[in-house]
């Protein structure tokens, strides 16, 4: 499961300056603030996602929040296979900000562990 961001919006544009050297410092602390919102934004939503399974069908998750700047989460969901229909459903959501794009199932091998 993907989820990617439909928007580039962070924040609005940085204050303008009076230096390039004070401009600059302005943008790199806007994007990194951006940065730090998206990155809350993705686990809260991953967290979600996790509720919306449930534990009952959750056997295990393994998640990465924000690969890159236009994919908030990137998860793999072990769930039993008879149940894969009804948990797409759950899932199955309108986000302002985000498309959640399903796909699967696949097999368990990325959960198995060597040693």
């Keep these: 499961m993907t989820a990617v961001w439909l928007t580039d919006d962070d924040a609005p544009p940085a204050p303008g300056a009076a230096t390039p050297g004070k401009r600059y410092l302005l943008e790199r602390r806007q994007a990194f603030a951006g940065s730090d919102r998206r ?3 993705a686990g809260e939503l ?4 996790e509720r919306l399974v449930g534990p009952e069908d959750l056997i295990e998750a393994r998640r990465q929040v ?13 769930v039993p296979r008879a149940h894969t229909a009804e948990i797409k459903a759950r899932l199955t959501r ?4 985000v498309r959640i794009l399903l796909n699967g199932p696949w097999p368990p091998y990325s959960f198995v562990a060597i040693g």
């Design 94 to 97: 309108v986000e302002p900000d």
């Design 39 to 41: 990155r809350q934004r």
């Design 46 to 49: 991953a967290d979600e996602i």
């Design 66 to 78: 924000c690969p890159s700047k236009t994919v908030a989460i990137s998860m793999a969901l072990l």
